[in-house]
């Protein structure tokens, strides 16, 4: 008997050793970041490294956040990815709900051409974009580079609210059509309800994706609408890079999208486990 459940227990500790060796691979680089952030600028840059601080100061978030530009990039970045989130699920939406509920083949094709394109290198529609933008008035803006994040996020954005629309009984949907409503309205008031939780999901990816974008960013802005991740990899001084204020900003900037998981989180779980209940 115990050798039978020595056998049982063995995977069980075997997959929580490698779910233990994920989170340190996955943690520790993040957790250092945190570490480095606290500690003074020659034990930052001390060699050999020391994973704890030697002492706990916070001369580097004072040094960071001092530094000029480093608020109004972090502004930019929030108004930037906001609009970006906005306009990925405003065109998402209505593209996924018709691919979905007309079930044409030019509508599966699209879905698949729509991922193609996240296969070309950012840097070949790079230079594009940037005279595109200038030549509509819309350069080192917030609102010209959202629609360049945007171009990030929709295809993404429309493959996952397609399969949450999937998942939706036609059922429902007829429901609402016998009681009156029109083909948007049981879009307002009956499909987006149920697929909450995906939207919640396609807005953290689109969200994440406009957050830490920073190749558009480096091409497409100069001053104005600057955003925090270009600030960051600015932490240079005569005499290198300046890693104490860098990890710093770096562990502020995670914050928001840190506490926009947290906030969304019952809708992030029901909006994966959609799928599963579909009837």
């Not at 001369?59 to 001092?66: G, Q, R, S, W």
């Not at 803006?141 to 397609?162: D, F, K, N, Q, R």
């Not at 104490?244 to 999208?257: D, E, N």
């Amino acid at each position: 008997m115990n050798g039978l459940e020595t056998r049982r227990l063995a995977p069980k500790v075997i997959l929580w050793i490698l779910l233990l060796a994920v989170i340190v691979l996955y943690g520790f680089p993040f957790l250092y970041l945190l570490l480095t952030s606290f500690k003074t600028p020659s034990d930052a840059i001390a060699v050999p490294p020391a994973v704890l601080p030697r002492a706990w100061t916070l001369e580097n978030y004072v040094t960071a956040l001092a530094k000029e530009g480093v608020v109004p990039a972090l502004l930019n970045s929030v108004v930037t990815a906001v609009l970006s989130t906005a306009m990925s699920l405003v065109l998402a939406v209505p593209a996924a709900y018709a691919i979905t509920r007309y079930r044409t083949p030019s509508g599966r094709v699209f879905v698949i051409a729509s991922l193609v394109t996240r296969m070309v290198p950012t840097i070949a529609v790079g230079a594009p974009l940037v005279e595109t933008m200038r030549t509509l008035g819309i350069n080192d803006t917030s609102v010209g580079l959202a629609i360049a994040h945007t171009t990030i996020s929709l295809p993404l954005s429309i493959w996952l609210m397609a399969s949450f629309f999937e998942a939706v009984p036609d059922e429902l949907e007829e429901a609402a059509r016998v009681d009156g409503a029109s083909r948007l309205g049981a879009l307002w008031r009956v499909v987006l309800p149920v697929v909450s939780g995906g939207l919640a999901v396609t807005a953290i990816f689109a969200f994440l994706a406009s957050w830490n974008e920073f190749l558009f960013s480096l091409l497409l802005t100069a001053v104005r609408a600057q955003t925090t991740p270009i600030v960051i990899a600015n932490f240079q001084t005569q005499f290198g890079v300046d890693w104490g204020s860098m990890t710093a900003l770096a562990a502020l900037y995670s914050v928001p999208v840190v506490l926009l998981t947290f906030a969304l989180q019952r809708h992030i779980v029901a909006g994966l486990t959609l799928g599963a209940v579909k009837g």
